[in-house]
Each structure stands twice: as structure tokens, then as C-alpha cells.
């Protein structure tokens, strides 16, 4: 049976006072949009037709791929106007299901479940019991048994209808054929002057059609975003979610209340990360590792037994980033796209290092730039050392070999070549090639400026 999904993104999202999209706001680093979108790519659907109005542009384009459809709603006159411009594009006699752009946590077998409950031939809607109802359309019932009867929209409730606690979240899975008939027969005759979806609940009972009302398990997954509390509260909801099933499968972490998971995290056992560190897109932690607090890693591999101090920041972008086993990396280090450090690495801190490669047991322990490098095996890289790999239109690689030592302050002007055990004196420019084993020392004369006198404070 073909299976339409529908997805509602036009409104404005007023609230959120803010120029993006309401739908292409992030959570957990992805947008509201994309989370209902994957949620709902489990599911098969013959179309899947996304509504777009306000910022339709950029919604779009962040949401691309070969099987959606986008169905532009100009203007918005409500939920009913929405589905009545995707009639065209609702395919077969199946079902449709409808969900909502701004709803980003539903789950696939919920969805699911409105989906096989509709059959075809059932209207099913998706309510929630809500502590505070406020603003959402009531459910309501026939006493006698319990059947849902209407869809009464808050601000077209009585005092009494507003007492009921059961609200609709949004989403319903409907027949297709049945749909597109009743949504041509709504009318605006209402307290907000819009096409309501919720009347068709009505159409469907006086039709004679079975209506269903299941209730979500969670309040989580059918919280809308209106505002930037709202959002706020379902990202902790989220990470909090993320960081359980973390801690269940072994993860230690120092408080799964100040963990942030923006992507996927891969890891073995033994791993321990303290407070406020942010990972995001991939990343791997092997057996044994530790991150310190306040740690942003991106696109990384760390591998087992490697220790991420204090306030490191990696970020591997497109070309990823790997530490070795046992590495040491950090306080105040940071790792940029194509860092690739072997085993026993030691970055220390205000170590920047960008598509370079250490060798087992190479170390920078302070204050030094590696840039498109290759540094071999054992080489002590000194403190303030610079790879001067950019000379205003091209890089160029510096290849430091095995057990070479690179003193403090020194300025190594690629292309450039130190050869094996070879000794660069502290403050050196280097500019050419250096043969194995030799001790290679450029500095500039001392200058004697006579006459200069210290500047003095103007007042
Ligand atoms: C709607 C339901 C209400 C339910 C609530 C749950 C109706 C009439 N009411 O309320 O029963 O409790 O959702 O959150 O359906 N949208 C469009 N085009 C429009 C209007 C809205 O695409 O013209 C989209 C919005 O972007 C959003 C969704 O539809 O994704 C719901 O719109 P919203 O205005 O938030 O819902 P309400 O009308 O408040
Ligand atoms: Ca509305």
C-alpha cells in the first residue's frame, strides 16, 4: 500500500525572533527539519513531501536529496491550506502521514505505529496527556466509549473543552483517498479565520470511519519548538537521552547533565570524560581514553590509552584528525583538519598543528605551529618553533626526519628538509636543506642602535 509522508514546514515561527527558518534551527547539530526527515527514512515511503513557505529558499536548500518533494504553501492560511496544496502530490489510495517540521524528536516507531493503525482505512492521531495543555487542540471523546469524536482547536474551546488534558501533538495518519476529499471541504469559519486540519477529525466520525487516538509514549517526542525555551529544552532532553544511553553502554562521564553529543560517538571500553566537552560529527574514543573538561572535538579518532587535557580543541573538519595510542595531548592544544599524531605523541600546550604527521614518541610541548609537516620518529620540536609553510600564494611541506631536535624560537622556511638526528640551535631560521647529524645554527648579527632612547608615556 503506497505510504505518502507529509511534512509541514511553512509556518513563521514567530517566536524565535530570528531570521533563519524556524525548522532549520539546530538541535544536537542538526536541524529541527532533518531530525523529523530522519526519523521518518526508515519508513519507505513511496513520496515524502515536504511543505515549505516561509524561508522555502533556504529550507530547501538544506534539506536536499533525490527523493523529497517540496510543495511551496503561499501564504499560510493554516494546516488545512497546507495539505490542501500537496493534494496533487499525494500518490495511490494508501496512506498518508502527516508530521510536523517544527517536532523533531518523534520516533520511527511511532511513527510507525500511526501508520499501521491507519491501515488505509482509519484516521489516527497522535495525543499526548499534558500537564499543561495550553494552546493545544483538545481531544475530545465520546464518554460512552471513548471514541474520539473532534479535534477542538484552544482558541475555539469552551471553558470545559479547555479542562481536557489530551491534547493533539500534530501528527496523524490518514487514508489518502478520504484526506484529499475532506480537505476540500474545510472552511475558515473559525476563532483564527484558518483552515483547520483537525476539522477533518469531525468529517471522518460523521463518514462513519473508525478514528483512533494513540497516545505518544513520551512527552518528548511530540514537544513542538515555538521558542528558543522551547528549543533549549528539548536539546537537554536530547543530550540527556544520549548521554544515558552512553553511560548504559559503559561510557563514564564526570555529569551527563554537562555533556554534549552533536553527532555520533563511537567508542571502546574504559573511557572516562570529564564535564563540559562538546563532540561533534564523528568521533571515536578506543579503549581507555580520557578527555578533561571542556574539550571540543570534532571529526576525530582517538585511539586507546590517549589522554585529552584540559581545554583541547580538535577539530579534523572534512579530512578528520587521528591521535595515536597512549598520545598525550593538551592542556590548551589544538588539532586542525589532517593532524595525524602516531602513537605516544606529546602536544602540549598552545601547540597548534594542521595536515602534518608525527612519527612515534615526536613531541611539541609548548607554544609551537606544525603546518603541512612531516615529522619523524622521537623529535623533540622546541618551544616557539614555527613551520613557515605559506608564502602568500602557495604551502609547502617541511619534512623533519627520525631524533632530529628543533631548538626554541626557530623559524623553519618550507620547502625544507632537516635531516635524521639533525640539531637546529635555538632562534635559527632555517631556510635550506639540513644533512643528517648536523648541528645547523641561522640567526641574524646582534644590531647596536645608538642613540635610541626607550619612548616615554605621552600625557
Ligand atoms: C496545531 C493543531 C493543534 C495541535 C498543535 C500541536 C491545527 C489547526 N491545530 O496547532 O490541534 O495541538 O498543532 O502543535 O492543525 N503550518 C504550515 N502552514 C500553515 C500553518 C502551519 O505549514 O499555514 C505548519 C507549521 O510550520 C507547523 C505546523 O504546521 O510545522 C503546525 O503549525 P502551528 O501553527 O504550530 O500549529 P497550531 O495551529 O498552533
Ligand atoms: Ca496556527
Known sequence: MALNIVIMAAGKGTRMKSATPKVLHKLAGRSLLAHVLKSCEPLAAQARIVITGHG?????????????????????????????????????????????????????????ALIDACAGHALVL??????????????????????????????????????IHEGYSGMMAAPTGALKRWVGQLSNDNAQGEYYLTDIVAMAVAEGLPVLGIKAHSEIEVLGVNDPVQLAQLERAFQARQAEHLMRAGVRLADPARFDLRGTLTHGQDVEIDVN?????????????????????????????????EFTHIDGEA??????????????????????????????????????????????????????ATVGERVNYGAGAITANYDGA??????????????????????????????????????????????????????????????????
Open 319 to 372: 579530512a578528520g584528525a587521528s591521535i595515536g595510542e597512549g598520545a598525550l595531548i593538551g592542556p590548551f592544544a589544538r588539532l586542525r583538519p589532517g593532524a595525524q599524531l602516531g602513537a605516544e605523541v606529546h602536544i602540549g600546550n598552545f601547540v597548534e598543528v594542521k595536515n602534518s604527521t608525527l612519527a612515534k614518541g615526536a613531541k611539541a610541548n609548548h607554544l609551537a605551529y606544525l603546518g603541512d
Open 126 to 163: 497522535l495525543t499526548v496527556d499534558l500537564a499543561d495543555p495550553t494552546g493545544y487542540g483538545r481531544i475530545i471523546r465520546d464518554p460512552d466509549d471513548d471514541g474520539v469524536l473532534a479535534i477542538v482547536e484552544h482558541k475555539d474551546a469552551t471553558p470545559e473543552q479547555r479542562l
Open 394 to 459: 602557495n604551502k609547502h611541506r617541511t619534512t623533519i626526519a627520525d631524533d632530529v631536535h628543533v631548538g626554541s624560537n626557530c623559524v623553519l622556511v618550507a620547502p625544507v628538509t632537516l635531516g635524521k638526528g639533525a640539531t637546529i640551535g635555538g632562534g635559527s631560521t632555517i631556510t635550506k636543506d639540513v644533512n643528517p647529524g648536523d648541528l645547523a645554527v641561522a640567526r641574524g648579527k646582534q644590531v647596536a642602535l645608538p642613540g635610541w632612547t626607550r619612548p616615554t608615556k605621552k600625557r
Open 56 to 112: 522555502a529558499d533556504q529550507v530547501e536548500a538544506a534539506v536536499q536529496a533525490t527523493d523529497l518533494a517540496f510543495v511551496r504553501q503561499m501564504p499560510q492560511l493554516g494546516t488545512g491550506h497546507a495539505i490542501q496544496q500537496v493534494v496533487p502530490a499525494l500518490q495511490g489510495e494508501g496512506t498518508t502521514l502527516i508530521l510536523n517540521g517544527d517536532v523533531p524528536l518523534i520516533e520511527t516507531a511511532t511513527a510507525k
Open 277 to 309: 566537552c562538546v563532540f561533534e560529527g564523528q568521533v571515536e574514543l578506543g579503549d581507555g581514553v580520557r578527555v578533561g573538561a571542556n574539550c571540543v572535538i570534532r571529526n576525530a579518532r582517538i585511539a586507546a590509552g590517549a589522554r585529552i587535557h
